[in-house]
Nanobody, 125 residues
Framework: QVQLVESGGGLVQAGGSLRLSCAAS????????MGWFRQAPGKEREFVAT???????YYKDSAKGRFTISRDNAKNTVYLQMNSLKPEDSAVYYC???????????????????WGQGTQVTVSS
């Protein structure tokens, strides 16, 4: 069983930055792919970024060049550094873990089996 707890959300002006953190329980964190997703009101939950156990990364097109996903396996923590934030980035951001040990990274919600409770990010214009 893995428990994920996100933190670092908040209110920021357009063009600002936030760093989200996701602390994971469990001794096998280092073997899991980890992902960040987000959900705005009235919209489907969507993929933002993912990082493999060996630190390969993949991003949603609109996040490339602005967001950086990273992980510290010693601290059982994954991060999402978000720069140049836009109002359309406003959403609840969720951390997720894929414990399947699949070879490739996934961008779909149903392939992640553990989820955090989410942290709100609001970007004002």
């Amino acid at each position: 069983q893995v428990q994920l707890v996100e933190s670092g959300g908040g209110l920021v002006q357009a063009g600002g930055s936030l760093r989200l953190s996701c602390a994971a329980s469990g001794r096998t964190f280092s073997r899991y792919h980890m992902g960040w997703f987000r959900q705005a009101p009235g919209k489907e939950r969507e993929f933002v970024a993912t990082i493999s156990w060996n630190r390969s990364t993949y991003y949603k097109d609109s996040a490339k060049g602005r967001f950086t996903i990273s992980r510290d396996n010693a601290k059982n923590t994954v991060y999402l550094q978000m720069n140049s934030l836009k109002p359309e980035d406003s959403a609840v951001y969720y951390c997720a873990a894929d414990s399947s040990l699949r070879v490739g990274l996934s961008i779909v919600t149903y392939e992640y089996d553990y989820w955090g409770q989410g942290t709100q990010v609001t970007v004002s214009s």
